[in-house]
């Protein structure tokens, strides 16, 4: 456990494709989370046309887009964004978006420090063990 009572993961080298991953099915998005002592790093899938809702959180947190294309809103500021473009949300800044296209908007979030808050917000969503996921797109 790390001192903000996280639990820190104990592998090294891994792929998403041998994470479990959580789906919230009502905001048509999937996640894996992995855990260090001072950031947590989150895959998150959102299906086209999904919305990433508008909400705010006391920490950082830094994004890439990996694939898709993004509506995006960071405070005052809105933006598409395809592969490669990127955020940064300081804590306590609103941010959120909508997926453009009919591609899924796979992107990377890391989050300083690693809390509990985000473990619970994993907690909320039913999980997927890793040999059920079908692929990139989230199901439902």
Do not use: C, K
């Given at each position: ?19 479990d ?39 950082e947190?830094?994004s ?39 591609e899924?908007?796979v ?11 985000i ?19 989230p199901?439902?």
């Amino acid at each position: 456990m790390n001192e903000h009572g996280a639990e820190i993961t104990s592998q090294r080298i891994f792929s998403w494709d041998e994470l479990d991953a959580v789906r919230w099915d009502d905001e048509q998005v999937d996640a894996q989370i992995v855990t260090g002592e001072h950031m947590h790093l989150i895959r998150a899938v959102y299906a086209p046309g999904a919305t990433y809702e508008m909400h705010s959180h006391p920490h950082e947190q830094f994004s890439v887009l990996l694939s898709g294309r993004l509506r995006l809103t960071v405070g005052d500021e809105t933006r598409e964004i395809g592969p490669g473009g990127g955020w940064y949300a300081p804590g306590g800044v609103p941010h959120g978006g909508e997926v453009l296209g009919d591609e899924p908007a796979v992107f990377l979030d890391v989050y300083s420090p690693a809390t509990t808050w985000i473990l619970d917000q994993f907690a909320t969503g039913r999980r997927i063990p890793a040999g059920e996921r079908t692929g990139a797109e989230p199901q439902g």
